[in-house]
């Protein structure tokens, strides 16, 4: 069964850096897109960064040069590497896939497949 299995997060004083992941796992198509998103109680689902299997990204406005998404296109898996991390920050992130068609996109809607989130708290 195709899934997202996720992993990284924790705490972080500000200013710091984390790294996520996310492998579409058992997916079997050499095209996707995959991005990450991330919510906060009361809030919409924010768009991230998302990357296809192309290698173009796409990020969110409040990102501004801080975060990249670089992937590992044979083991299907991709990253979020967070640096200069705020209090701001503080969400649970998810991590979406798409595939084989798919646009590039950090519109959640598109996404069929979502991992099951994990939280990224930043202290100051």
């Known amino acids: 069964q195709v899934k997202l299995v996720e992993s990284g997060g924790g705490s972080v004083q500000s200013g710091g850096s984390l790294r996520l992941s996310c492998t579409f796992a058992k997916y079997q198509y050499e095209t996707y897109c995959m991005a990450w998103f991330r919510q906060t109680p009361g809030k919409e689902r924010e768009g991230v960064a998302s990357?296809?299997?192309?290698?173009?990204?796409e990020y969110g406005e409040f990102v501004k040069g801080r975060f990249s998404i670089p992937q590992d296109n044979a083991e299907k898996t991709v990253y979020l590497e967070m640096n200069n991390l705020q209090p701001e920050d503080t969400a649970m992130y998810y991590c979406?896939?798409?595939?084989?068609?798919?646009?590039?996109?950090?519109?959640?809607?598109?996404?069929?497949?979502w991992g099951n989130g994990t939280q990224v708290t930043v202290y100051s």
């Open positions: 979406a896939a798409e595939g084989p068609s798919c646009v590039l996109t950090i519109w959640a809607e598109q996404y069929n497949y």
């Open positions: 990357i296809d299997s192309n290698g173009f990204t």
